[in-house]
């Protein structure tokens, strides 16, 4: 039986970046993975693909639709289904490939099939115990939640990963959730033609936002021609061929939606039922997520948890910055995550993004907070680029100043966010921001300025 130090099963950003930290401070190491490819579902299937997909669809509606407002004609423009899924495919096997190379690079073993726990320091692969280690580190990610009333048959019904994948636009699709996958598919298809509304039991989309930026988004997104059935509830969904009809609740009224593809985008669900956690005794909660302690910790010894299968957002930096920490903590190094300066985004146009606590969790915590606000549209470099929709919102506490939550919705919040995460790492005022001297112009200025609002001076609004 092979002895390792560590041994990581699952190579998602969470696994395979632990491994490579691991590599790099020089454990003997080996990476488990199901799939024949590495990256999990972030590189395969999530995170990578459909920005590559909102980047081609947002260039299409571009050409068809803004160009014209800069003095640029562009007649015919067709878009080629298939060549922009295999773009996607391209970028996808480019970052792949690239995972499969640093695990080369940093001596880590990688070993194809289904990792489980067999019982103390010893794990299986597809069933047969074949390894030894003195750490184990599950990383096994999240797969789509499937809807007792919507059961996927991957061709009417489908998850995330079948829409990124789809052969042709469909003439109506109905998205059930508004949250972030939601929204992020929901766009792809709906700028490239389809119908497209999206049904949500939450009053407004990505829930778990800020206010101002939920109500903002829906605003926008409308005008783009999503549709958006919230605080309805969906009772059914009947599959008749080709199409399906899906009933829902609204205001005690029902409705029928009409749809050719229905896609299922209520979350994702930790996947530990294959980990057999049970004979090595680790404990997990009703929903299969890893219970967990300091830094990864589970309740045995030796056996650590991090990622999506365990509590948090499901974020893949998120993981990252878990396996880093869970390795540096058993290599006897102060590994770190702060929780609370954990940014999100949105990759719709115009993104949305936020760190921190939104002004409702702060009001509800007990905090008294000053608020600051700039849009866009008082910004030089969003008027001039064409994209003055969305604002900045800085939430501060009111006796101390210091910066609790920045929430952005506009072009490039994605970038943006950065700089609001790196300061409250830091422990930063609103008035560190603002005196800090920001290059002109740049959307960035919005971000001071937001700052400059906390205490009422703003100097461009």
């Not at 395979?16 to 790099?24: F, N």
């Not at 101002?212 to 969904?237: I, T």
């Not at 056996?303 to 365990?310: L, N, R, S, T």
Request: proline content about 2%.
């Amino acid at each position: 039986m092979k002895q390792y130090d560590l041994v990581v099963i699952g190579s998602g950003p969470a696994g395979y970046v632990a491994a490579i930290r691991a590599g790099q401070l020089g454990f003997k190491t080996a990476i488990i993975e199901k799939d024949k490819t590495l990256g999990g579902t972030c590189l395969n299937v999530g995170c990578i693909p459909s920005k590559a997909l909102l980047n081609s669809s947002e260039k299409y509606h571009d050409a068809k639709h803004e160009l014209a407002g800069h003095g640029i004609s562009a007649s015919g423009v067709k878009i080629d289904i298939k060549k922009m899924i295999a773009r996607k495919d391209e970028v996808v096997g480019k970052l792949t490939g690239g995972v499969a190379f640093l695990m080369k690079k940093n001596k880590v073993d990688v070993i194809n099939g289904f990792g489980s726990l067999e019982g103390e320091g010893v794990v299986a692969i597809d069933g047969k115990a074949t390894l030894k280690a003195e750490h184990i580190l599950l990383a096994a990610g999240s797969t789509p939640i499937e809807l007792p009333f919507a059961k996927y048959d991957h061709k009417v019904v489908i998850d995330s990963t079948d829409a990124l994948a789809l052969d042709k636009v469909p003439a109506k699709m109905v998205v059930i959730g508004a949250g972030v996958i939601g929204l992020e598919m929901g766009s792809v298809w709906g700028r490239l033609g389809c119908d497209v509304t999206l049904v949500d039991i939450a009053e407004r989309p990505v829930a778990v936002m800020d206010k101002d930026l939920g109500k903002e988004s829906e605003k926008l997104f409308k005008k783009q021609g999503l549709k958006f059935k919230l605080g309805a509830k969906v009772v059914s969904v009947d599959v008749k061929g080709a199409k399906a009809k899906v009933k829902i609740d609204i205001g005690g009224k029902e409705e029928i939606l009409d749809a050719d593809k229905v896609l299922v985008a209520v979350g994702r669900r930790a996947f530990t039922e294959s980990l057999t956690l049970d004979k090595a005794g680790v404990a997990y909660d009703e929903r299969g997520v890893i219970e967990t302690g300091h830094h990864g910790q589970t309740n045995v010894k030796g056996v650590y948890a991090i990622g999506d299968c365990v509590k948090g957002p499901m974020l893949a930096h998120k993981g990252e910055e878990e396996g880093v920490a869970c390795v540096e903590r058993i290599a006897g190094i102060a590994g770190h995550v702060n929780y609370d300066c954990i940014p999100w985004v949105v990759y719709t146009e115009p993104e949305i993004a936020g760190v921190g606590k939104t002004e409702e969790e702060a009001k509800e915590g007990g905090r008294a907070v000053n608020v600051g606000k700039f849009p866009f549209q008082a910004n030089g470099r969003a008027l001039a680029m064409g994209a003055a929709d969305g604002f900045v919102k800085i939430i501060a506490d009111k006796e101390t100043d210091r910066v609790l939550g920045v929430h952005i919705i506009g072009k490039n919040a994605s970038e943006m966010i950065a700089e609001a995460a790196v300061a409250m790492e830091f422990s930063a005022s609103a008035e560190d921001i603002a005196r800090s001297v920001h290059a002109h112009p740049t959307m960035s200025e919005a971000t001071k300025e937001a700052a400059l609002a906390v205490d009422g001076r703003a100097l461009h609004s």
